[in-house]
């Protein structure tokens, strides 16, 4: 009894991460730049009651597979582009991320929904500023031209800046941040040329049909798992009352 418990307390919680990542997929549909998360699970192998010696592997007994987390990935595929016909907003049609400079050092973005801040400087709507080949990107108008490759003009056609793009082999790298940003613990990213459209946003790459399937799915496991846990503590409570008769 206390095994089926155990197994179906752990369903719970698994039921419950995936319900938070879909729900946090859901509630980022019109987020410009994001990225869903995908729930990987995986079992416990056999492999792990068995133990190795000279002979080969010996079987010490038998364990029940059970289902966990094995992580939370973050899928980069491309979403679809939105003209805004506004100069300051900027997407990415091929692999790569904006570069930001905050307080926290070097963070990598999506979302080209830019401004310009009191002192001049190109910042993200989190403040963070955005960074070109030389540091920091300093305007003195928003009447700028980016052309594909990244470089930034004034209105006389003077070059300002190069959007600093950067971009990693092992993208599962990355960490998702809570302003939506990303940050690579393991390395640093490297430049990239990247395809740069101004006047137009990148949409989340969320498919809300195919989410929200996802996410009654979810719910009902949950439920079903909830109710399982009630009968199996009922039955403890009638067997520990029953064996206290005797």
Do not use: C
């Not at 729900?23 to 995986?42: E, M």
């Not at 929904?113 to 960074?131: A, C, K, M, P, W």
């Not at 003077?158 to 960490?175: P, Y």
């Amino acid at each position: 009894m206390a095994n089926g418990f155990y197994t179906a307390a752990q369903a719970m919680l698994l039921t419950q991460r995936r319900l938070n990542a879909l729900a946090n997929n859901v509630a980022n549909i019109n987020t410009t730049g994001y990225k869903r998360s995908d729930v990987i699970q995986s079992s416990f192998q056999d492999q792990l009651s068995l133990r190795i010696d000279q002979m080969g592997s010996q079987e010490l007994g038998s364990i029940q597979r059970l289902v966990g987390i094995d992580s939370i990935n973050t899928v980069f595929d491309q979403a679809n582009l939105e003209a805004t016909d506004r100069k300051l907003d900027l997407s990415i049609a091929s692999d790569g991320f904006f570069t930001i400079r905050t307080n926290n050092g070097l963070m990598y973005t999506r979302d080209g929904h830019f401004n310009i801040d009191t002192e001049g400087y190109l910042i993200t709507s989190n403040g963070g500023r955005v960074q070109g080949i030389n540091g920091d990107i300093r305007l003195t108008s928003e009447e700028i031209s980016v052309d594909q490759q990244g470089w930034i003009r004034n209105e006389q056609n003077q070059i300002i800046s190069r959007l600093d793009i950067r971009s990693t082999e092992d993208i599962t790298s990355l960490q998702r941040m809570n302003d939506g940003t990303y940050r690579d613990q393991n390395q640093v990213l490297r430049p990239v040329d990247a395809y740069v459209v101004q006047g137009m946003l990148e949409h989340s790459n969320v498919d809300v049909n195919q989410e929200m399937t996802r996410l009654m799915e979810v719910q009902r496991n949950f439920q079903s798992v909830a109710n399982a846990l009630k009968l199996i503590d009922r039955l403890n409570e009638r067997a520990v009352n029953e064996i206290g008769k005797v």
